[in-house]
């Protein structure tokens, strides 16, 4: 069996069998011919044999080698070949039986590969367990596959949709590889993709499948060897390594050595992977944070913005704003920011809830009353409106007051003084009031639930907040915010949303607005046993998912429910809503059959 014997003191006689295609030879523990002589670089040099000669080729393109004392970058070998490899003379034999490994044949040959590989795959797992960077692991995994299998190149091509991206390229010193994608064949890449099975190429050029590939023709391909990295059925990208010297390198050992090496990566690569998603993720949304947050209130479409464009508007004046909208959208943080945004922002913001209060305690939280006028008034009490002055008084749920107390508030409105209960000393307060309400007003009026005169004193400035199923893909940005605030605040481990959660968030209609997003997450985030909330966790499975209907129904729901509105805009007038949307007067006949009853308004009044 071909071997190298060290000669000199340090060698002392030591003989080293070459009993693979690639013998590598340096300083560095993991070489096949390890050196511990002067001047021997880690990666020096490594013996090639390629199906009938065997060649020394350099590694490091600083390190000394000579043949016959003369100094050679690369030469082929002959028996009884006297070689100095930096400070180490050896001798190349191609007869001499080598004591240790090589001696028994070829089954000793294969031992030694497959205990090669073991090492390896045994140093790649043991960093695997530490590592949690995907560019460290990549290379690791590299810099094992590359000197276990020897190849002198390898590539990690990870996948993008459908396009790949080469993530690591590294060489036998463990270099990076520049221009990686020039190095590498599209045909056996596709091949692997398509196939999803790993793969070996003895000899590129004459290979059926792939010699008439320019890229085999053009980068001249020997040995190449390529295998999948798989995760739960899900191809994550692939494994390719190369020599572009030797021919019939590789064989179904080696290809055995990848695909475990691949295994092995892809069950971490997998997890890394997700966290660095959600990394990235995070940045981004601290970045949409920034160019969204208006405040205290996030938002990007249209309609948000035209909101945000009406408050900076109304915010410096003292006018009275009426804030309208769904339950659940965020009337009272559109409130604040107009208190936060005006001259008072440096009183109080003073909130009452209409709806929440017994109707006879109604009138003394807003005004007040002084001891004695009650059973249990013990003690006079100052209401909202003193408790506001020099601030804003904030009337959450306006629609839910009184009519009685209707009257009293449209006074202390109108003329900014209140009186407390039990007394009759009037007071002056300096307040700006901003109400609310999910209620459509003008139908509470023509109901006589509200009064006229009071709802034009609130309603000075209208302010719509669109419902969350409306604004796009805020909702993704709000989750994504709610579960990293709540995450914060609860100690939780949870670091985002799976891909299907966030596809079952956007569909969702969310009638409970950012109320109801904002009480899933924090149900899912007590709950949730995963580091990830999928949509079984937000009770959004497919079922709860708005119901599609045919195209013509949605068209006829979309028709009615527009000419209801412009009828209602219109007060009810017929001929005026037929000229205004373009149809027959007959057309808004049938759909107000269709309604069982008149148009909104009451009766019909023609022109």
Same mark, same amino acid.
């Given at each position: 069996?071909?071997?190298?014997?060290?000669?000199?003191?340090?060698?002392?006689?030591?003989?080293?069998?070459?009993?693979?295609?690639?013998?590598?030879?340096?300083?560095?523990?993991?070489?096949?011919?390890?050196?511990?002589?002067?001047?021997?670089?880690?990666?020096?040099?490594?013996?090639?044999?390629?199906?009938?000669?065997?060649?020394?080729?350099?590694?490091?393109?600083?390190?000394?080698?000579?043949?016959?004392?003369?100094?050679?970058?690369?030469?082929?070998?002959?028996?009884?070949?006297?070689?100095?490899?930096?400070?180490?003379?050896?001798?190349?034999?191609?007869?001499?039986?080598?004591?240790?490994?090589?001696?028994?044949?070829?089954?000793?040959?294969?031992?030694?590969?497959?205990?090669?590989?073991?090492?390896?795959?045994?140093?790649?797992?043991?960093?695997?367990?530490?590592?949690?960077?995907?560019?460290?692991? =990549?290379?690791? &995994?590299?810099?094992? !596959?590359?000197? +276990?299998?020897?190849?002198? %190149?390898?590539?990690? *091509? $990870?996948?993008?949709?459908?396009?790949?991206?080469?993530?690591?390229?590294?060489?036998?010193?463990?270099?990076?590889?520049?221009?990686?994608?020039?190095?590498?064949?599209?045909?056996?890449?596709?091949?692997?993709?398509?196939?999803?099975?790993?793969?070996?190429?003895?000899?590129?050029?004459?290979?059926?499948?792939?010699?008439?590939?320019?890229?085999?023709?053009?980068?001249?391909?020997?040995?190449?060897?390529?295998?999948?990295?798989?995760?739960?059925?899900?191809?994550?990208?692939?494994?390719?390594?190369?020599?572009?010297?030797?021919?019939?390198?590789?064989?179904?050992?080696? =290809?055995?050595? &990848?695909?475990?090496? !691949?295994?092995? +990566?892809?069950?971490?690569? %997998?997890?890394?992977? *997700? $966290?660095?998603?959600?990394?990235?993720?995070?940045?981004?949304?601290e970045k949409k944070l920034k160019e969204q947050r208006f405040g205290e209130i996030i938002?990007?479409?249209?309609?948000?913005?035209?909101?945000?464009?009406?408050?900076q508007k109304v915010a410096p004046t003292d006018v009275s704003v009426l804030i309208t909208?769904?339950?659940?959208?965020?009337?009272?943080?559109?409130?604040?920011?107009?208190?936060?945004?005006?001259?008072?922002?440096?009183?109080?913001?003073?909130?009452?809830?209409?709806?929440?209060?017994?109707?006879?305690?109604?009138?003394?939280?807003?005004?007040?009353?002084?001891?004695?006028?009650?059973?249990?008034?013990? !003690?006079?009490?100052?209401?909202?409106?003193?408790?506001?002055?020099?601030?804003?008084?904030?009337?959450?749920?306006?629609?839910?007051?009184?009519?009685?107390?209707?009257?009293?508030?449209?006074?202390?409105?109108?003329?900014?003084?209140?009186?407390?209960?039990?007394?009759?000393?009037?007071?002056?307060?300096?307040?700006?009031?901003?109400?609310?309400?999910?209620?459509?007003?003008?139908?509470?009026?023509?109901?006589?639930?509200?009064?006229?005169?009071?709802?034009?004193?609130?309603?000075?400035?209208?302010?719509?907040?669109?419902?969350?199923?409306?604004?796009?893909?805020?909702?993704?940005?709000?989750?994504?915010?709610?579960?990293?605030?709540?995450?914060?605040?609860?100690?939780?481990?949870?670091?985002?949303?799976?891909?299907?959660?966030?596809?079952?968030?956007?569909?969702?209609?969310?009638?409970?607005?950012?109320?109801?997003?904002?009480?899933?997450?924090?149900?899912?985030?007590?709950?949730?046993?995963?580091?990830?909330?999928?949509?079984?966790?937000?009770?959004?499975?497919?079922?709860?998912?708005?119901?599609?209907?045919?195209?013509?129904?949605?068209?006829?729901?979309?028709?009615?429910?527009?000419?209801?509105?412009?009828?209602?805009?219109?007060?009810?007038?017929?001929?005026?809503?037929?000229?205004?949307?373009?149809?027959?007067?007959?057309?808004?006949?049938?759909?107000?059959?269709?309604?069982?009853?008149?148009?909104?308004g009451g009766s019909f009044p023609e022109e």
């Open positions: 069996m071909p071997c190298l014997r060290w000669i000199g003191a340090q060698g002392r006689g030591r003989v080293f069998p070459i009993y693979k295609s690639i013998s590598t030879i340096g300083s560095a523990g993991g070489n096949d011919i390890a050196l511990d002589a002067p001047g021997v670089a880690q990666w020096h040099a490594q013996i090639v044999f390629d199906g009938r000669d065997f060649s020394l080729d350099e590694v490091d393109p600083v390190a000394e080698i000579q043949v016959n004392q003369k100094r050679k970058r690369r030469a082929r070998l002959a028996h009884n070949d006297h070689l100095l490899v930096g400070g180490a003379e050896l001798v190349f034999s191609m007869l001499e039986e080598a004591e240790g490994p090589g001696r028994a044949g070829a089954q000793g040959d294969v031992s030694q590969a497959e205990l090669t590989g073991l090492r390896k795959l045994y140093e790649f797992s043991q960093r695997l367990l530490v590592t949690r960077d995907v560019q460290t692991l =990549l290379e690791a &995994l590299l810099d094992g !596959a590359i000197e +276990a299998t020897g190849a002198d %190149k390898g590539f990690v *091509v $990870m996948l993008r949709e459908t396009q790949t991206e080469v993530r690591a390229a590294r060489n036998l010193r463990q270099e990076n590889l520049p221009d990686a994608v020039r190095q590498l064949s599209d045909s056996i890449l596709a091949k692997v993709i398509e196939s999803r099975r790993p793969l070996i190429v003895h000899n590129a050029v004459d290979d059926t499948l792939f010699r008439s590939a320019a890229s085999v023709m053009n980068l001249k391909l020997c040995s190449v060897m390529c295998a999948p990295l798989l995760s739960g059925g899900e191809l994550l990208g692939l494994i390719y390594l190369g020599n572009d010297r030797v021919t019939h390198l590789f064989d179904p050992k080696a =290809l055995d050595i &990848l695909s475990v090496f !691949a295994a092995q +990566a892809s069950m971490i690569l %997998k997890n890394t992977m *997700v $966290m660095e998603t959600l990394r990235h993720g995070n940045a981004e949304l938002g990007s479409c249209d309609s948000m913005l035209k909101v945000f464009t009406k408050v909208g769904e339950t659940g959208t965020g009337k009272e943080l559109i409130a604040r920011e107009i208190h936060n945004r005006s001259s008072r922002a440096q009183g109080p913001f003073v909130v009452i809830n209409c709806g929440a209060i017994p109707e006879n305690l109604m009138e003394s939280e807003l005004f007040g009353h002084v001891r004695g006028a009650f059973t249990g008034a013990v !003690a006079t009490r100052q209401g909202k409106f003193q408790a506001a002055h020099g601030g804003t008084l904030f009337l959450d749920e306006i629609g839910e007051l009184p009519l009685a107390l209707q009257v009293k508030l449209l006074r202390a409105l109108q003329e900014r003084v209140v009186t407390k209960v039990g007394d009759s000393k009037p007071e002056r307060v300096d307040i700006r009031v901003i109400a609310a309400t999910h209620r459509n007003l003008e139908e509470e009026i023509r109901k006589n639930a509200f009064r006229e005169d009071l709802y034009y004193r609130l309603n000075v400035v209208n302010i719509l907040l669109p419902p969350l199923r409306d604004r796009g893909d805020d909702v993704i940005v709000l989750a994504r915010f709610l579960l990293q605030k709540y995450a914060a605040e609860m100690g939780s481990a949870i670091k985002g949303f799976t891909p299907n959660a966030l596809i079952a968030v956007r569909k969702y209609d969310w009638p409970g607005n950012v109320r109801q997003l904002e009480n899933r997450i924090k149900k899912a985030l007590v709950l949730c046993d995963k580091s990830l909330v999928g949509p079984e966790d937000l009770d959004l499975n497919p079922e709860n998912l708005t119901t599609i209907v045919a195209l013509d129904k949605a068209k006829e729901d979309f028709q009615r429910r527009y000419i209801l509105e412009v009828l209602e805009r219109n007060n009810g007038n017929r001929t005026k809503t037929a000229r205004d949307l373009g149809v027959d007067p007959r057309t808004i006949f049938r759909y107000l059959e269709k309604e069982g009853g008149p148009a909104p």
